[in-house]
């Protein structure tokens, strides 16, 4: 026999030996997969029960201030003297800056000597009417009498006089009409004058700048000697003087889920970890706007927090558990033992005989690991958790019961 055909049946010896090697492993895994009659598996079980459980939502939200504002210069101006900066705590009315406005002073100087005009034309327009009056009373007078007396005695007037101190009675009264006309437009002038008077002296009352509301300077924009523009202006973007944040009282923002929007309710009580102090909060929800973030497709939910000892600063961020639902007491499973496909759920059941029973349930609702039972399962049911494809339908097991504490998860 040649070299050649002495190495050809080696090589094919080799390989035969390795397969059968391989099959007798394969056999080995498939009989340790599925013993015989003979061998009962063991299942992890847990029992069904009743007891308080709680769905919660955990969700990452920032605190804010309760108020926040820049604050503008109604005028605009040179900044004579601020009084504040940053980390001043300010209380509402307080003076924070005064500004100078040469100009608003030389027009409210003009408009004070307005008032002052008006009043001295009313003074003479009313001696213009008292004049008229008196010069009316007499030609009227004189009227009267010569009229009197040609009426008494025929002929000893003249028609032309009586005419004559008719016109001059009409004449006079004519004057007291327009000296009544314009003693009424002086009154109107001084009405006028005294709307521009008022207007330069609020105008004025706005160079002096004061807080809004109780809080702390967070930013400060302008100095001494810094020429800020109208906050009212649309011509320029005016600069604010400073920025006062109220943080005596925060809000802490949550941005809810779409799905979860239409479960939050006033009052739902929630926790709150503040990871930076190492501190959990409980507080309650303050109130939610009611409708959706079209970009995010989240609802802002806001919850209040009394902070006057200054634990807490704006921009922190907490971890917040929300109790969006809660069963004092209802039937409930771990949710290790739940398969859920295609909108139904399914657990393996081990009857009192020690076998392995599908049954189809229904679920409410879901907590943190565990999930409440609506039908399908009653008080006391063993039901296998792990891993579910070891068993099979109608199979013999030997239950081994778990703790429900000692799963993952613990039992909310």
């Known amino acids: 026999m040649s070299k050649k055909r002495i190495g050809v049946v080696v090589l094919a010896l080799a390989l035969l030996a390795a397969g059968w090697r391989w099959f007798g492993r394969a056999t080995e895994v498939d009989d340790a997969a599925h013993p015989t009659a003979g061998d009962t598996v063991i299942a992890a079980v847990v029992k069904v029960e009743r007891g308080p459980m709680d769905s919660t939502l955990t969700i990452a939200g920032e605190f804010k201030p309760f108020q926040e504002v820049e604050v503008h210069a109604k005028v605009a101006g040179y900044i004579r003297k601020i009084y504040v900066d940053v980390g001043d705590h300010v209380k509402q009315g307080q003076t924070l800056a005064i500004l100078e406005v040469p100009e608003l002073a030389a027009q409210l100087g003009g408009a004070d000597a307005a008032v002052r005009r008006a009043k001295e034309e009313i003074r003479q327009e009313q001696g213009d009417v008292q004049r008229a009056q008196s010069a009316h009373a007499a030609a009227h007078s004189m ?3 010569m009229k009197q007396a040609s009426e008494q005695q025929k002929g000893l007037l003249a028609q032309q006089e009586l005419d004559d101190a008719e016109a001059k009675d009409l004449e006079t009264e ?12 002086a009154e109107q002038q001084v009405e006028v004058s005294a709307a521009n008077q008022k207007q330069y002296s609020a105008m004025s009352g706005y160079t002096r700048i004061v807080a809004p509301f109780t809080g702390v300077v967070t930013l400060r924009y302008a100095d001494t000697g810094s020429l800020v523009a109208a906050g009212t202006s649309s011509s320029t973007q005016a600069i604010p003087v400073v920025r006062i944040a109220e943080v ?4 802490l923002v949550l941005p809810i889920p779409e799905s979860l929007a239409a479960q939050i309710h006033l009052g739902d009580p929630v926790n709150v970890r503040v990871q930076a102090l190492e501190q959990e909060i409980a507080g309650k929800v303050s109130r939610f706007a009611d409708s959706l973030d079209l970009e995010t497709r989240t609802m802002q939910t806001e919850i209040d927090f009394d902070n006057r000892q200054g634990r807490l600063m704006p921009g922190m961020y907490a971890e917040t558990r929300l109790v969006l639902a809660r069963r004092p007491n209802t039937l409930s499973l771990p949710l290790e033992a739940v398969t859920q496909s295609a909108g139904t759920a399914t657990v393996l059941v081990v009857t009192p005989e020690s076998t392995v029973v599908e049954r189809q349930i229904t679920l409410g609702l879901e907590g943190k690991s565990r999930v409440e039972v609506l039908s399908g399962l009653i008080e006391g049911d063993r039901v296998v958790v792990g891993n579910r494809g070891r068993f099979r339908d109608g199979e013999k097991v030997e239950p081994k019961e778990v703790a429900p504490h000692a799963l993952a998860g613990g039992a909310s």
């Open 174 to 185: 004519a004057q007291v009409a327009s000296a009544q006309a314009a003693l009424s437009a």
């Open 143 to 145: 009227y009267a009498r």
């Open 248 to 251: 005596s009282k925060l809000r």
